[in-house]
């Protein structure tokens, strides 16, 4: 699934939710959501990479299908909704155990995304698959980076990071490479291409068109599912069981 459709898919469940009266804005007093007669408030990424939110500069948008929708941090939101300012947090939230010992993650997850690689494999070097490699193949280990290639790649080489990418200190911890971080995905991509790094690492669902990369023949690794988080006490509520619905039906 790209990212514009993850983006549609995001949208088509806030619209679905918004036609589920009468679900309501969460409350401090211990009510249900349900019971309120507020809108739901739906916390979004502020992040200008997600194809329905918008740079942390810009206008919050007050409504949309008929609920709230402001935008935060990822830090921010998963606290709104354990504390209950949120009602829910969809986009860009990847499920960890960790995520889960603070907010409850409604099943089934909606998509998921892994860590790919970004590059020209007519430069640097790089000569794709090793022994037994197989396109669309996921890794059982993010380490088995190194066995998909001939030659020294990835091992010793640089790859190239946007700052605040996720997936960072672990691919620092289990792949030994070199990193040059930088501002934002252009000004990577900007790197492979005159390079100074041998490839991007981003995530798998984003379009080649966006990255102005083609994305290598290597299995993405640290596959991981995204989902809708709802607060710990809704586990098994009216509105997980509506979640649910508007993710299946």
Partial sequence: MTMREVGFAVLCLLSLLGRCPPLCHAQSDGSSTLESGEPLRVGLLASGNFPFSQPATGPTPENHAGLEVPLYSLEERLQGVSNGTLDLTISALSYTPGREAVVHFVRPFYYSSGVALFGDASRNGLALFGPGAQPGQQLQSPAG???????????????????????????????????????????????????????????????????????????????DPYGVAISRGDAGSELEHRLVYALTG
């Fill in 145 to 223: 980076w190194q066995g998909l290639f001939t030659g020294n790649f990835p091992v010793g080489q640089t790859l190239c990071f946007v700052e605040g990418y996720y997936a960072l200190p672990f691919v620092v911890q289990d792949v030994d490479v070199n990193i040059k971080i930088y501002p934002t995905l252009e000004q990577a991509a900007a790197k492979v291409q005159d390079g100074t790094c041998a490839a991007l690492a981003y995530d798998s669902v984003t379009p080649a068109s966006q990255v102005g990369l083609p994305m290598l023949n290597a299995p993405p690794a640290y596959v």
